[in-house]
């Protein structure tokens, strides 16, 4: 199994899932000085563990498509912390470069430079591994009663009330309907492989605010993550739309969907977002470049 330049491909983990004190002691040893003093820091020992897990499964995925261990791969960082591959097999890279600019380490097939991003909420751990700049966030559904409260702070002023119109009936959670299911398997040359669909929400009648504020999050988040810019303090200008499928509307320098500035251009947003749910229990979101293909494949460890 290898990765062309028309793909993305997902794999998605239960860190907690048949978690064994040798598993978690094998994966500390992949990690550098600077991941393992990272997963010391946390106090608890599941939060350990699932650092460890995340990190040590990320290092596996990436030397299975480098050929290379995964006790040496490296990384180096951009300005902003996001993590990207060192340019081991090609030095005449430079490391860390500007999004958008050949960040990563090249194949010898000569394919674009192989990127990554990495996202844990709880006991779930989801990576994208692609030719293009990517970033992915993943959450666990359950109720949010900050929802509201957050919003209003890194929701544009539509969004914000567009939320206020759900609600959360129910403390229960309504289970979601699992739109990928793929064999689990934690070996990546026998893993269980699916197409990533797009997401269609299910009954949200008990948790419509916290589910409608998690869907906005999630590609939010994937889009700050894509982009490596750190632009927290400019998601009230990350605005989505949700028909027929999740787009954005409006990116922070691009004007706003519907504008006279927007109507005279003809050039696309430079993003694109998917959303899906990985499990019956989260919610997720990919963001590419406009121009990269959105074609994903889809592995469970």
Known sequence: MGLNAEETHL??????????????????TLLDAQERAR?????????????????????QVLGYYLGQAPDTVQFCYGDRGKPALETILNPSLSPCLEMGSETGTRMDSGLPPLQFNLSHSD?????AISHYPVGVDLEVVKPFPSASSLAKRFFSAKEFEALQLLNDLEPQIQPTSQMLNAQKDADPNNAGQNSVNPITVPDESSLARSIGFLRHWVCKEAYVKATGRGLVDQLNQVVLGFQPQAHFTTLPGTPASG????????????????????????????????DAPLRCQYWQL
Do not use: C, K
């Open 11 to 28: 794999w998605f983990t239960d860190l907690d899932q048949q978690v064994q004190d040798e598993t978690v002691d094998f994966l500390l």
């Open 39 to 59: 997963a010391l820091r946390f106090r608890r020992a599941e939060l350990t563990n699932r650092f460890v897990t995340a990190h040590g499964r990320l290092r």
């Open 123 to 127: 006991r779930y751990a989801l990576i």
């Open 259 to 290: 504008s006279s500035a927007s109507l005279l251009s003809s050039n696309p947003l430079p993003w694109q977002v998917m959303e899906f749910t990985p499990s019956a229990s989260t919610l997720a979101a990919l963001v590419l470049p406009q």
